[in-house]
C-alpha cells in the first residue's frame, strides 16, 4: 500500500482546512494506506524570513523530508484573496529545485467559504505542481461553503461532495500504488 502524505495548506490558527485533512487522513488510512498529516502550521517560516534561498536550513529541510518522503501528496487548500495561501507558496519556493515534486502524485482538494469551493486557488497551485512535472491528479474536489457542508463530527453532509471525496480517495490510492515505482527509479530524486 502507498505512503500518503496530507498538506493542509494554511498557517491559519483554527484553519478549516486542517479539520478537512484530518478527516481526509482518516479516509486514506481506511483504504488500507499508510498516511501522514503535516500541516503548514508548523512551517518554519522564522527561519527563511529575510530570504535564505540557496542556503541549507536544517528546519526547512527536515519539513520538506516529511512531507515529500511519500508515494502520493495530498493538498488540502483554502481560497484566500482568490488565489491559495501564501505560505504554500513559500513552502514551494523553499523545496530542493527542480527534483521536488517530480514525478509525485498530487491530489488536490479545495475548500472555502465562498461559491467555488476554491477551485481558482486548486487551479493556480495546479500549475505550479504542472510547471515542476508532479502527475496531477484529474479527480478534485471543492468543498463550497465549507462550514455548511463539514464538520468534524458529521463529516461531509452534501451528498455529492462526499461522493467526489469517496471517489478521490480510492482511487489517488490505486493510483499513487501504481505510480510508486516511477519515482522511485527517476535518478537523482531528493527530498533534502
Ligand atoms: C486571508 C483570507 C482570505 C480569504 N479569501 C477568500 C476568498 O477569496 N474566497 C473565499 O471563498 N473565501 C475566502 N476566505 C475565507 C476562507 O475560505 C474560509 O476561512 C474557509 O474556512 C477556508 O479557510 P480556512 O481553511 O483557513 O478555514 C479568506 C480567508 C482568509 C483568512
Redesign the pocket.
Known amino acids: 500500500m502507498p505512503k500518503i502524505t496530507i498538506l493542509s495548506a494554511?498557517d491559519?490558527p483554527g484553519?478549516?482546512?486542517l479539520k478537512v485533512s484530518k478527516f481526509v487522513q482518516t479516509k486514506f488510512n481506511e483504504q488500507g494506506a499508510e498516511t501522514d498529516l503535516v500541516s503548514l502550521e508548523d512551517y518554519p517560516l522564522a527561519d527563511v524570513a529575510g530570504g535564505k534561498y540557496g542556503t541549507d536550513i536544517p528546519s526547512v529541510i527536515d519539513f520538506n523530508e516529511r512531507v515529500l518522503d511519500a508515494d502520493g501528496l495530498v493538498l488540502v487548500i483554502?481560497?484566500?484573496?482568490?488565489s491559495f495561501p501564501g505560505i504554500l507558496k513559500v513552502f514551494v519556493d523553499y523545496l530542493p529545485f527542480p527534483e521536488a515534486f517530480e514525478k509525485l502524485p498530487i491530489a488536490f482538494i479545495g475548500?472555502?467559504?465562498?461559491a467555488f469551493g476554491a477551485l481558482r486557488a486548486v487551479e493556480q497551485m495546479q500549475l505550479i505542481a504542472n510547471y515542476r512535472n508532479a502527475l496531477n491528479f484529474p479527480e478534485r474536489v471543492f468543498m463550497q461553503r465549507?462550514?455548511k457542508i463539514f464538520n468534524e463530527t458529521d463529516g461531509i453532509t452534501d451528498q455529492m461532495t462526499a461522493q467526489l471525496m469517496d471517489s478521490l480517495v480510492a482511487n489517488f490510492t490505486s493510483f499513487t500504488d501504481l505510480n510508486k515505482g516511477e519515482r522511485e527509479r527517476k535518478a537523482g530524486i531528493k527530498t533534502a
Not at 78 to 82: D, L, V
Not at 111 to 114: C, D, F, S
Request: glycine fraction near 12%; aromatic fraction near 6%.
Open positions: 494554511t491559519r484553519s478549516m482546512a483554502p481560497e484566500y484573496n482568490g475548500e472555502a467559504a465562498g465549507v462550514s
